[in-house]
């Protein structure tokens, strides 16, 4: 399985990215699906996420600014990031869980089978 995450970049605040994710090796309209994102010095923390189901989950720092959506036939999930600050400086990494398993906490970043391997995104104020 591999997670491709892409889309990071350098911008100033209050400018826009969108992350791509590209998954293979799995058939991500199996799969719960979520961003989530560590600055320098910081714990990981949840971004956003993308059930299985259809149910979208954010973070309260990021609801009405970042949207996550995904694409079951390209096996793709997207992050559009709007009006981003200098807090939103951090690697994101996108994340898969199997929609079969019980137990699922969209915000807990063990909760997920597999990961990407992060891009960066820097804003600078």
């Known amino acids: 399985v591999q997670l491709q995450a892409s889309g990071g970049g350098l911008v100033q605040a209050g400018d826009s990215l969108r992350l791509s994710c590209a998954a293979s090796g799995l058939t991500v309209s199996g799969y719960h699906m979520g961003w989530f994102r560590q600055a320098p010095g910081k714990d990981r923390e949840f971004v956003a996420a993308h059930t299985r189901g259809g149910r979208i989950y954010y973070a309260d720092d990021v609801k009405g600014r970042f949207t996550i959506s995904r694409d079951n036939a390209k096996n793709t999930l997207t992050l559009q990031m709007n009006s981003l600050k200098s807090e939103d400086t951090a690697v994101y990494y996108c994340?898969?869980?199997?929609?079969?398993?019980?137990?699922?906490?969209?915000?807990?970043?063990?909760?997920?089978?597999?990961r990407g391997q992060g891009t960066q995104v820097t804003v600078s104020s």
């Open positions: 994340t898969v869980r199997n929609g079969l398993r019980v137990g699922y906490e969209y915000s807990v970043f063990g909760n997920y089978d597999y």
